[in-house]
T-cell receptor, first 115, second 114 residues
Framework: GNSVTQMEGPVTLSEEAFLTINCTYT??????LFWYVQYPGEGLQLLLK?????DKGSNKGFEATYRKETTSFHLEKGSVQVSDSAVYFC??????????????FGKGTKLSVKP | NAGVTQTPKFQVLKTGQSMTLQCAQD?????MSWYRQDPGMGLRLIHY???????DQGEVPNGYNVSRSTTEDFPLRLLSAAPSQTSVYFC?????????????FGQGTRLTVV
């Protein structure tokens, strides 16, 4: 079946530090891959996505590359800010419809950035 | 454009009580879903719908009912609340449940069952 595994948190960084949050997946075929972010007290919102191998999604200084050979979609940012403090979820959707439709999430990684 | 609207935002129930969590979207999305979010568990799918009149179970459906009479609304019913249903509930909608379609989430309902 389809599943997502992401690194356990929490992750605490100082402002301007480099961020990596690891995400690997198991899926049939070629899923679409996403990173969603949840700021305190809010719902989830899409941060970035990639739909095929070697695609790079990017937004707000965050990047992730769809690596088919390692089934990975690691999230990176070169210089984090206090405002990046949130919970980050890696997720996938299958390439086709059916009973396995809908997003499949990892467990989330809480990031805290200290000034 | 309101997006996905959930009500209420907070609720406290006594064990055995029933209630309905409301979810409405104004984007004409066919796919709607309910998730629960628990510490260390991420988001788990409760029920989903691929269109009006069509619903199906997700990963953790026990204790919850849903119906989809219109495209816009997808209420979640707790028939007899239990402390294990204490959680944060999120409703989501999307154009399709697969491929590169973005899901839009409501702000959540924090439910406590005592």
């Amino acid at each position: 079946g389809n599943s997502v595994t992401q690194m356990e948190g929490p992750v605490t960084l100082s402002e301007e530090a480099f961020l990596t949050i690891n995400c690997t997946y198991t899926a049939t075929g070629y899923p679409s891959l996403f990173w969603y972010v949840q700021y305190p007290g809010e719902g989830l919102q899409l941060l970035l996505k990639a739909t095929k191998a070697d695609d790079k999604g990017s937004n707000k200084g965050f990047e992730a590359t769809y690596r088919k050979e390692t089934t990975s979609f690691h999230l990176e940012k070169g210089s984090v800010q206090v405002s990046d403090s949130a919970v980050y979820f890696c997720a996938l959707t299958p390439p086709y419809g059916g009973s396995q439709g809908n997003l499949i999430f990892g467990k989330g990684t809480k990031l805290s950035v200290k000034p | 454009n309101a997006g996905v609207t959930q009500t209420p935002k907070f609720q406290v129930l006594k064990t055995g009580q029933s209630m309905t969590l409301q979810c409405a979207q104004d984007m004409n999305h066919e796919y709607m879903s309910w998730y629960r979010q628990d510490p260390g568990m991420g988001l788990r799918l409760i029920h989903y719908s691929v269109g009006a009149g069509i619903t199906d179970q997700g990963e953790v459906p026990n204790g919850y009912n849903v119906s989809r009479s219109t495209t816009e609304d997808f209420p979640l019913r707790l028939l007899s609340a239990a402390p294990s249903q204490t959680s944060v509930y999120f409703c989501a909608s999307s154009y399709a449940g697969w491929g590169d379609t973005e899901a839009f989430f409501g702000q959540g309902t924090r439910l406590t069952v005592v």
